[in-house]
């Protein structure tokens, strides 16, 4: 292993300064299984000349880590979209997140759509749909999603989402997969003001979680309001300390109910919301539960500055 350690040093893919801690998006053990190879050849190879004819053909040690070699070394990522009657928009979330590296496996809830979602989403093969006979909510169909995940890692994306490339799953992803936090939050252009301002969006739903976090209170999400899932999540990170990643999502929207809806049909169902989460916990306890989910933010790559964060949406939508 010191063997393995001083190739990283002198190899390729150490950084600047030798100093390992700035390595970027968890390659810190990547590097080493790199170099931790080279060190093995190098052993075998000196066993003699026969051996090392024999030992070329049989392993090829790559001058530069590829991206699955990258991908395979990391925790298993599950995606989780909830929709309900999101036929329209579906659509452009699941064409990126359904071929993305990151993303062992896609499952899409659909809560009870009425307006051919299901069809939607079954033209992606890769993809696997749920479907409910009834609408029942976020918070069960979110729960169905998380009883239905293979692996230990869970993103969560709203299927009502526009503007989401690659960059931006990747993004969300890797401060967990990396280990600078153990759960990162999306804060999207279109964000309330408030919530850009002070750089965290406590009800975004779209987050990368640990399944351990969630897997255990199933029953208890079934029983929650329709739109209680983030406050109830909030809980368990701050009950548990958990480091946070916002995650900076430039040119990403989310659709307005009242775009949906139309405006009065829209405004209904925004205070319908509002009203579940009041449900969950009340006024002051949000405000406090903001100030502490703010309180467990750490610095990571995708964090950026406030002017950057509250610049003006497109489409002014604020």
Not at 110 to 129: I, Q
Not at 199 to 205: E, H, T
Not at 273 to 291: E, G, N, R, W
Request: aromatic share 8%.
């Amino acid at each position: 292993m010191a063997f393995a350690l001083r190739n990283l040093r002198n190899s390729q893919y150490a950084p600047a300064g030798g100093s390992l801690r700035l390595l970027r998006f968890g390659n810190a053990f990547d590097c080493w299984q790199a170099a931790h190879a080279r060190s093995q050849a190098a052993f075998m190879i000196g066993r003699g000349p026969g051996f090392m004819g024999l030992f070329s053909r049989i392993v090829h040690l790559p001058s530069r880590m590829t991206d699955k070699s990258i991908v395979s070394s990391r925790p298993r990522v599950s995606c989780i979209i909830c929709a309900f009657n999101e036929a329209p928009r579906i659509g452009a979330v699941l064409a990126v997140a359904s071929v993305h590296p990151l993303l062992d496996e896609v499952i899409v809830v659909d809560d009870g759509s009425t307006d051919g979602t299901a069809e939607v989403v079954r033209r992606f093969p890769s993809v696997r749909l749920i479907t409910s006979p009834s609408n029942r909510g976020k918070s069960a169909a979110m729960a169905k999603g998380i009883d239905a995940a293979y692996n230990e890692l869970l993103m969560l994306l709203d299927a009502d989402l526009k503007g989401l490339a690659p960059g931006h799953i990747t993004a969300l992803a890797a401060p967990v997969l990396s280990g600078a936090a153990a759960v990162s939050i999306s804060l999207r252009e279109n964000s309330l003001l408030v919530f850009r301002a002070i750089g965290l969006d406590f009800v975004s739903g779209e987050r990368v979680v640990s399944k351990a976090l969630l897997g255990d209170t199933l029953g208890e999400i079934r029983g929650l309001p329709r739109f209680g899932i983030e406050v109830f999540m909030n809980r368990r990170i701050i009950a548990r300390r958990l480091p946070i990643a916002v995650t900076h999502w430039p040119h990403v929207t989310q659709a307005r109910k009242t775009e949906k809806l139309g405006y009065w049909k829209g405004m209904r169902a925004e205070w319908r919301m509002i009203a579940d989460l009041l449900k969950v916990t009340y006024p002051l306890a949000l405000l406090s539960q903001t100030f502490r989910l703010f309180s467990l933010r750490v610095d990571h790559a995708s964090r950026v500055p406030f002017l950057v964060r509250i610049r003006k949406p497109r489409g002014n939508l604020v």
